[in-house]
T-cell receptor, first 119, second 113 residues
Framework: NAGVMQNPRHLVRRRGQEARLRCSPMKGHSHVYWYRQLPEEGLKFMVYLQKENIIDESGMPKERFSAEFPKEGPSILRIQQVVRGDSAAYFC?????????????????FGPGTRLTVL | AQSVSQHNHHVILSEAASLELGCNYSYGGTVNLFWYVQYPGQHLQLLLKYFSGDPLVKGIKGFEAEFIKSKFSFNLRKPSVQWSDTAEYFCAVARPGTYKYIFGTGTRLKVLA
């Protein structure tokens, strides 16, 4: 199954540590989206990236969070100096098309998520 | 702001019972609608989607959903559930051609054998 891969699946960090979450999109997909699901809430958009470009980071917290999608390798969501409120499930999705003009098909393919627990 | 409501957070059914999960959204324009399912330990998987056309959409594994524009609803149905349908179900909305999905809070379905 060459679906969206995320690792690790579970990550435990102490307050103040760094968390790195990885996402490998489906083969042939060059658009990656990160979502966060806080307890008892729906998934919320964080950031949209293409290879080497951040297209939209309007959903990212202003501090401590960053994302990248290098030319080679997976997309990385990085959280510095984690706090208990960062505990959540982080989902990655990919698509073959981004904001392609005129297309109405905007299906995204999701990974299994990374569950981050901050102690 | 756009929002999606899934009123049933936890549903418990016996096998062979019928299922209907509610999904309502608040957005006046054209929308694309999705239902995703997440089985324990697995990725979010698309069950079905609606972009246009017949408002009754057939999906995988015997699921269907009906888009009722006047009610801003996209309820998920299955006439007879199985134990293997135990999972979390998410409704999502996105404007056509955009990438920001708006998700509901999810419904955890447990089917008793």
């Amino acid at each position: 199954n060459a679906g969206v891969m995320q690792n690790p699946r579970h990550l435990v960090r102490r307050r103040g540590q760094e968390a790195r979450l990885r996402c490998s999109p489906m083969k042939g997909h060059s658009h990656v989206y990160w979502y966060r699901q806080l307890p008892e809430e729906g998934l919320k958009f964080m950031v949209y990236l293409q290879k080497e470009n951040i297209i939209d980071e309007s959903g990212m917290p202003k501090e401590r969070f960053s994302a990248e999608f290098p030319k080679e390798g997976p997309s990385i969501l990085r959280i510095q100096q984690v706090v208990r409120g960062d505990s959540a499930a982080y989902f990655c999705a990919s698509s073959p098309l981004g904001l392609a003009g005129g297309t109405t098909d905007n299906e995204q393919f999701f990974g299994p998520g990374t569950r981050l627990t901050v102690l | 702001a756009q929002s999606v409501s899934q009123h049933n957070h936890h549903v418990i059914l016996s096998e062979a019972a019928s299922l209907e999960l509610g999904c309502n959204y608040s957005y006046g324009g054209t929308v694309n609608l999705f239902w995703y399912v997440q089985y324990p330990g697995q990725h979010l998987q698309l069950l079905l989607k609606y972009f246009s056309g017949d408002p009754l959409v057939k999906g995988i594994k015997g699921f269907e959903a009906e888009f009722i524009k006047s009610k801003f609803s996209f309820n998920l149905r299955k006439p007879s559930v199985q134990w293997s349908d135990t999972a979390e179900y998410f409704c999502a909305v996105a404007r056509p051609g955009t990438y920001k999905y708006i998700f509901g809070t999810g419904t955890r379905l447990k089917v008793l054998a």
